[in-house]
């Protein structure tokens, strides 16, 4: 019995042994300790859970937008070419932050049709995205099939040019679809005298007309009797006061409009007697004979209305005579204009503490001593544009005076010839200049995206100074050169 008993209790030993174990997992030898559990075999292992991989289309636009903001206009148009839902968000950004965006297009011969293409080509890659139409020929059907397979949806201006519009004539008719949605429709050297009832009827969204030099008309001239309730501004250029339109009745019938920009005396007349809470007005002059003869008028008007900018431009040089009057008025903020070459002129200029806006067509033989009295006179100035193709300083020795105003928000270059004369190295210069000044906000600085490309320079993050290609400015809305 003894034995038996004895045996029993090794096996309630082992027993115990076992069920004392932690997990079951490894078993234990009186002599040696814990065995340690064995390696499980290669197919009893579990494989990983799957990670799920998201596409790029499955992020929502907000995401993609931030992602189109990291891209130049070229890599946004080939991001568009990918699929439909890629090429309409780089479409609605490429609207948003490109509003220069147009296309002029010059003549229809043989079913086929000229352009006058922008520097950059974003064209036919983001054609149905254009906004802005300039048609130099209007050839009737073929320039209406075009516009509807082209431009149909996005087209929101329109300039049409030399249309001698008959009575009844079927031309906005034919693209009455296109005009609905229209908020800027501008004419240059037409019959206006019908243009009412060709186009403006059909164009119920309309903010902005331009009439700019009309042909003489000698009937009834019916857009200016009447009415337009989403009209916001009018650019009419009228220089040799030959056409019969009721422009006093018209400003009358529509007295919302709070922008107005004008050539010719009679029309600039009437705007002093009849607009006097505006929010521009702009004042073209093409010799000094009609500046004279509306000068003491304008005096007046700066002194005892309302408008809040008025603004000066001039096709051509004058004299420093009239500069002395033009300092005399006091709510002249922008001048746009020649320079004269002359060492009184940035004195006459420094008279001028409301001038905040300089837009300046000519930089020919001037010196660099000539350069740093005129900007540091220009104590208030926000904006400066060159439209000149005769500069001879360099880029470096003609921005840097300027940029040393710590006011100075935005530079604004129009010139090719600029190209010659800037290195990458400048802009590197420019801001050093504006590092000790005491603004948070940035130099923007527009110019051909090829001269940027041939800088060839990455602007760092802490810059100062940011460069832009001139898709990405606003475009005045009474300019006609487009």
């Not at 008993?5 to 096996?11: A, G, I, T």
């Not at 189109?68 to 309409?88: I, Q, V």
């Not at 009832?197 to 331009?210: I, V």
């Not at 930089?363 to 000539?370: D, E, I, K």
Request: hydrophobic fraction near 35%; aromatic fraction near 10%; include cysteine.
């Amino acid at each position: 019995m003894r034995p038996l008993r004895r045996k029993r209790s090794k096996q309630n030993v082992s027993d115990s042994s076992s069920s004392s174990s932690p997990s079951g997992s490894q078993s234990l030898d009186l002599n040696n300790g814990p065995i340690p559990p064995k390696s499980p075999r290669l197919d009893e292992i579990a494989p990983p859970p799957a990670v799920s991989n998201t596409h790029f289309l499955d992020i929502n636009d907000d995401c993609i937008d931030s992602i189109c903001n990291l891209l130049p206009l070229d890599d946004l148009c080939s991001m568009g070419r990918t699929c439909k839902r890629l090429h309409c968000i780089a479409g609605d950004y490429f609207q948003r932050y490109y509003p220069n965006n147009h296309v002029r297009i010059q003549s229809f011969r043989r079913r086929s049709v000229f352009y006058m293409y922008p520097d950059e080509k974003y064209v036919e890659d983001l054609k149905p995205f254009i906004r802005n139409v300039s048609i130099h020929e209007y050839k009737g059907s073929a320039c209406v099939k075009y516009l509807k397979e082209n431009f149909s949806v996005n087209l929101r201006e329109i300039a049409l040019h030399g249309i001698h519009c008959e009575l009844n004539a079927a031309h906005g008719a034919q693209i009455k679809d296109q005009l609905e949605r229209l908020e800027s429709i501008k004419f240059v050297n037409c019959s206006v005298g019908d243009i009412y009832d060709c186009f403006l009827k059909h164009c119920q969204k309309l903010k902005h007309l331009g009439i700019d030099e009309p042909i003489q008309f000698n009937g009834r001239v019916n857009w200016a009797q009447q009415h337009f309730p989403t009209l916001e501004s009018i650019a009419y250029y009228d220089e040799a006061n030959t056409n019969r339109a009721d422009f006093a009745g018209f400003l009358r019938r529509n007295p919302q409009i709070k922008q107005i920009a004008c050539k010719g005396t009679n029309i600039q007349g009437i705007v002093f007697q009849r607009a006097k809470n505006l929010d521009f007005l702009i004042l073209c002059y093409n010799s000094d004979k009609d500046f004279n003869r509306i000068f003491k008028l304008l005096k007046v008007y700066s002194e005892n209305s309302e408008t809040r900018h008025i603004k000066l431009e001039f096709k051509k040089r004058l004299e420093l005579d009239h500069f002395h009057k033009i300092a005399s008025i006091q709510r002249v903020d922008a001048y746009r204009g020649y320079l004269v070459e002359n060492l009184q002129f940035p004195e006459i200029v420094a008279s001028m503490k409301q001038l905040s806006v300089v837009q300046l067509r000519s930089f020919g033989n001037v010196s660099q001593v000539y350069v740093k009295r005129l900007a540091s006179s220009l104590s208030n100035l926000e904006e400066l544009h060159f439209t000149a193709q005769d500069m001879a300083l360099s880029f470096k020795n003609l921005i840097i005076p300027f940029c040393q105003n710590p006011k100075l928000k935005k530079i604004v270059i129009f010139s090719k010839q600029i190209i010659y004369r800037c290195t990458k190295s400048d802009v590197a210069d420019i801001n050093k200049v504006r590092e000790p000044l005491d603004t948070e906000s940035k130099l923007t600085i527009y110019m051909e995206k090829e001269v940027i490309v041939s800088m060839n320079f990455k602007i760092p993050d802490k810059c100062k100074v940011t460069l832009k290609p001139l898709s990405e400015l606003k475009r005045e809305v009474h300019l006609f050169d487009l």
